[in-house]
């Protein structure tokens, strides 16, 4: 089973800054088959980002992936208040399907 | 717009079947893979498996021997069986339409909100 390790697991930040969010596997991801959701309180998670770096339908482009083999990053390069939520990575490449622990992007 | 939506017990007592449902409206179940999910108390979310509407099925190996989804009595509905269940069975239980597909992969689209199921005596 591959294992998602997400870091930071907290990352205080204002509305306007940047953020960088990690996520590392314990072996490589196939065909980097990693997707990033974002879960706000009392709603269901959102699909982000498909095969590492593609954005899915309708994500602003404020919205970035980047990485492959064992390294993802997700960027969001200008937080809006809305961006305030915990961001999820999962592998989609091996069997189980696995999700990291989450990054909660707080307002700081 | 599609909604999903779990239900069953919430409290299952140790050694016995966690049963779930979950209902899709506002849009049919067929020609999609449909999936659950769980997430423990502080954990993050661990894959359980998904079904294709034809039936055929794919499990967690982790959970395999206990694992059982299936394609609902009702139309637009689909179930999870998790039998034996322990203390660390307790989570929160979704159901999700794995509708986002590409070349040879599918992933969650729609997510039902959620239902939490204890394991306690």
């Known amino acids: 089973e591959i294992v998602l390790t997400q870091s930071p697991s907290t990352l205080s930040l204002s509305p306007g800054e940047g953020a960088t969010l990690s996520c590392r596997a314990s072996?490589?991801?196939?065909?980097?088959?990693l997707a990033w959701f974002q879960r706000k309180p009392g709603q269901a998670p959102r699909l982000l980002i498909y095969?590492?770096?593609s954005r899915a339908t309708g994500i602003p482009d404020r919205f970035s992936g980047i990485g492959s083999g064992t390294d993802f990053t997700l960027t969001i390069s200008r937080l809006e208040p809305e961006d305030f939520a915990v961001y999820y990575c999962?592998?989609?490449?091996?069997?189980?399907?696995?999700f990291g622990g989450g990054t909660k992007v707080e307002i700081k | 717009q599609v909604q999903l939506q779990e239900s069953g017990p919430g409290l299952v007592k140790p050694s016995e079947t966690l049963s779930l449902t979950c209902t899709v409206s506002?849009?049919?179940?067929?020609?999609?893979?449909w999936a659950w999910m769980r997430q423990p108390p502080g954990k993050g979310l661990e894959w359980i498996g998904f079904?294709?509407?034809?039936?055929?099925?794919n499990y967690n190996p982790s959970l395999k021997s206990r694992v059982t989804i299936s394609l609902g009595t009702s139309e637009n509905q689909f179930s999870l069986k998790l039998n034996s269940v322990t203390d660390a069975d307790t989570a929160v239980y979704y159901c999700?339409?794995?509708?986002?597909?590409?070349?040879?992969?599918?992933?969650?689209?729609?997510w039902g909100q959620g239902t939490l199921v204890t394991v306690s005596s």
């Open positions: 095969d590492a770096s």
């Open positions: 999962h592998q989609y490449g091996g069997s189980p399907r696995t």
């Open positions: 072996q490589s991801v196939s065909s980097n088959y």
């Open positions: 079904i294709y509407y034809s039936g055929s099925t």
């Open positions: 999700a339409r794995l509708g986002y597909c590409g070349s040879n992969w599918c992933l969650p689209d729609y």
């Open positions: 506002g849009g049919s179940i067929n020609s999609y893979y």
